[in-house]
């Protein structure tokens, strides 16, 4: 399920940092919790596990700012909103996350984004559902937020995470391997039912997955936590794909997000078919 949030600025030239993934990233949970801690709590901490990794089955997308500009503060870079409104698309798979988060939304509608320099205000205007898509077998999709891949490497004797392209000849097989382990973990998970996740029977014929990245593609490193001692930086890709396989796969994608890390505003994309 996906929804179109429309931001209204409480007073105008507004700032924003540029790295605003992890803010909006905070914003969603928060808004959750207002309706349900606990559920919240869950989210954050858990969602649904495969061995070590945790799935959270949400993404969201770039803002969607007609008018802004870039404007340097104390040594970091902050966008200047100049439009009076904006939006934000934010795509989740549980129906019971959808729930909280428009919960949330409602019991407080204005949004604070700050970090050691600015704080920003925000009236959620619109809250808008999304129509939904018909899955088929073949679809192609473009990128609304950098998709994220990575794979394990050693550096300087350390284990690390290498952020791989899609010129990279592995691209197709992390891309395919990493979306086949989120929908796997939806059917062998107890609690998706619980949590309103619609799921499938797997089959060995479903997992028959292939992927093509088309046209150009662009690099985009985002700073996560910026100015912390948790600072990291996440490199990501925006480009056209086709993907072929169990539409329920390609759903699960869609809804969830493609790639690693789309919690935090990554992988998520838009269909270049017509909704219903």
């Not at 931001?7 to 507004?14: E, I």
């Not at 969830?256 to 909704?275: I, V």
Request: net charge positive; charged share 25%.
């Amino acid at each position: 399920m996906r929804i179109k949030i429309t931001f209204k600025q409480t007073k105008p030239d507004q700032l924003m940092p540029i790295n605003y993934q992890y803010p909006l990233h905070s914003f969603i949970y928060h808004t959750i919790e207002r309706s349900d801690s606990e559920y919240s709590k869950w989210l954050h901490e858990s969602g649904l596990m495969s061995g070590n990794k945790k799935f959270k089955y949400f993404t969201f997308s770039k803002l969607n700012i007609p008018d802004s500009g870039i404007t340097d503060l104390y040594g970091k870079k902050y966008i200047n909103i100049k439009s009076d409104r904006f939006d934000l698309t934010v795509s989740m798979l549980s129906e019971k996350t959808v729930e909280h988060f428009i919960i949330g939304m409602f019991q407080k509608q204005r949004v604070k984004i700050y970090d050691g320099n600015i704080e920003s205000e925000f009236f959620i205007n619109t809250v808008e559902m999304i129509p939904g898509l018909e899955f088929i077998r073949e679809m192609t999709f473009k990128t609304i937020s950098p998709v994220v891949l990575s794979r394990n490497t050693i550096y300087n004797g350390k284990e690390s995470q290498e952020y791989i392209s899609p010129a990279d000849k592995e691209y197709a097989g992390f891309f395919i391997k990493n979306l086949l382990e989120k929908h796997n973990t939806l059917y062998q998970s107890r609690q998706a039912s619980s949590h309103n996740i619609e799921i499938n029977n797997i089959t060995e014929d479903s997992q028959t997955l292939t992927f093509e990245q088309t046209g150009e593609y662009k690099s985009k490193l985002i700073t996560i936590k910026e100015g912390t001692h948790e600072e990291s930086r996440v490199r990501g890709y925006f480009y056209t794909f086709r993907l072929k396989g169990d539409p329920d796969i390609i759903r699960t994608g869609y809804e969830a997000g493609f790639g690693k890390q789309c919690s935090l505003g990554f992988g998520c994309a838009e269909s270049l078919r017509k909704h219903f």
